[in-house]
């Protein structure tokens, strides 16, 4: 009778025993059987401005590229990393006058073949150097769909307009520009008030309240959290000349002028336009002086701008309004496996080319490891970045990327953490 109670405590443990180690074992089975979490999606964001610069800057000059020419104003620019755009007048005259002549074979060559693979760029400037205020629609849309039209035949893209005299203050002439297919059109923004053809300025001002609407104001496109211009076809540019040319209070005359509108370019997260004219070539109309010509290219080179043609700006700003950016996960058990990421715009992917800044945090365990980079089979490139902050500058060409980290200790070598970004 003692025993019985001890040889049912036994039985009992031993069934309890049974029974916990039944109940682990599905429970290992169901969690080796429930799928992995999956992460929330990345948010992905456009940058402002490509590279995720602070700012932007275009810097122009209203003159003809030459071969040779002395002080050696594109030399220097691309010392200091920087690039320029050159005006482009297809026409053959304006009043008999050589110097706005139409550009003759070596120009466009040295232009084409010279600057523009090194990141220089260009810009229309009119069939015919004149004033497009004074046309009519007709007349205004058939000179430039003729400035449009030879550039092409050049073998130009034509995007970005400059109007001679900053004639395009009129509703129809900005109107024929956008209807003979440029895509934005540049004014001269005097700051604040200038005596230099102070008369006809006022004039145009006057024409333009009769008519209820207004002149461009303030130095800066795009400030603050503005994300697209006002008025594409009246995007404000600062004009440079120096004050000996002819006492233009209104320009922008040194260095020290520049400098502050620079910084506030910066504070503003803006695009501000600069227009040159016969830098170092005090004879000519518009003069601005050499030396604070290189004083403005270091001030650019030393500040956290990106320095680009008025046509990739106005591209990238155009396709950023229009993006839509796709992002999926590809997981296993290693975690997130790759990233898949698609960046649509609707438009001509043939004109519309300028890669977007892509903004987004990387997995955690991809920090510090080398990333392909590849679309449709290609490999395009390699990265690393040291913190989950990933900026990526992509075509929006409506085709995934694939993202795939790289595991061996190898394939780290090479590549420089917080490197920038390739550009595809």
Known sequence: MTDTPRILRSALAKTLLLGVLVLAAGCRSQAADAPTPTPAPLNASVAKWFDNHAAAISITNDDWPIPGREPDIDGYVLEH?????????TGNSFSGDPIFSGPDDERIVYLMSELVPQGFSYFGHGHDHVDHDELSYEEALESFQACY??????????VAYAYPRSAGQEEETQRALEDAGFLSGRLQTLH???????????ARLFRRLARGSSPP???????GSQLAPD???????LEMQSIEFQGCGGCVNDNDELTPILDEALEQTAWVILTYHSIGQPENFGW??????????QSIAARDFWTASMNDITL??????????????GEGGAGTESIEITLSDGLDNARFDQPLTILFD???DWVGRPFTVSQDGELLDELVFDTEAVSLSLKPNERPYLLRPRYSESAAMGYPAGGKPSVW
Do not use: C, H
């Open 362 to 364: 990387q997995p955690t």
């Open 149 to 158: 039209d030879t550039m092409q035949d050049w073998g130009m893209k034509p």
């Open 316 to 329: 990238y700003v155009r396709e950023r309004e229009n993006a839509v950016i796709a992002v999926e996960l």
């Open 81 to 89: 990393g920087l690039e320029m755009g050159y005006e482009i007048v």
């Open 288 to 297: 601005y002086d050499w030396d604070e010509f290189r004083k403005d290219v």
């Open 192 to 202: 604040p008030v200038a005596s230099y053809n102070l008369p006809v300025r006022l």
């Open 217 to 223: 104001v303030g130095l800066y496109n795009l400030p």
């Open 231 to 237: 008025n594409w076809f009246g995007l404000r540019a």
